[in-house]
T-cell receptor
């Protein structure tokens, strides 16, 4: 079993919809949780960072971490065509390399 | 701030030749840099972790003699793919962790697409 599981999609939504992206993980030692956005043929760009459990909001993006369920989510409100990309969850425990999910491909149609 | 560059962005080489990829942190010092490989529609797979001034730590299954990593300064790490073969064709991405950070944020480069003919 991979340490981080993420549905690769693709996920297609109409412009303006609320998008929900999720990852599950098995390693209870993970404390740092990140969401990256990756456009085709580009490096990942950090969107959200969360330490331990809880919610974090930044503009149209909300990240949630539920450590008891080993489940993290990224919500995108009022989705735009420019949000079309692959979204990667990543997590780690202190001082270790990131463990990435496979990435979910999102397409927001006008 | 926190910009990481990679050079070249795209390289084509013949089978059997060696290719060097540079990763630079432009506006911060990076004690630790990571090298990843990404195949189409796949996630990033960590190849190795390099700390400035010491030998890189390779992940299981990554040939250290084939993928030579040098982290000679706080702003530069290089990955050399030696005797490249078509199966080495991939997207190589580096990331850097800033010195003195209290958490584990990594800043990624734009990636290098390697095609071996």
């Amino acid at each position: 079993q991979k340490e981080v599981e993420q549905d690769p999609g693709p996920l297609s939504v109409p412009e303006g919809a609320i998008v929900s992206l999720n990852c599950t993980y098995s390693n209870s030692a993970f404390q740092y949780f990140m969401w990256y956005r990756q456009y085709s043929r580009k490096g990942p760009e950090l969107l959200m960072y969360t330490y331990s459990s809880g919610n974090k909001e930044d503009g149209r993006f909300t990240a949630q971490v539920d450590k008891s369920s080993k489940y993290i989510s990224l919500f995108i409100r009022d989705s735009q065509p420019s949000d079309s990309a692959t979204y990667l969850c990543a997590m780690t425990h202190s001082g270790y390399a990131l463990n990435f999910g496979k990435g979910t491909s999102l397409l927001v149609t006008p | 701030g926190a910009v990481v560059s990679q050079h070249p962005s795209w390289v084509i080489c013949k089978s059997g030749t060696s290719v060097k990829i540079e990763c630079r942190s432009l506006d911060f010092q990076a004690t630790t840099m990571f090298w990843y490989r990404q195949f189409p529609k796949q996630s990033l797979m960590l190849m190795a972790t390099s700390n400035e001034g010491s030998k890189a730590t390779y992940e299981q299954g990554v040939e250290k003699d084939k993928f030579l990593i040098n982290h000679a300064s706080l702003t530069l790490s290089t990955l050399t793919v030696t005797s490249a073969h078509p199966e080495d064709s991939s997207f190589y991405i580096c990331s850097a962790r800033a010195s003195g950070t209290s958490y584990n944020e990594q800043f990624f480069g734009p990636g290098t697409r390697l095609t071996v003919l």
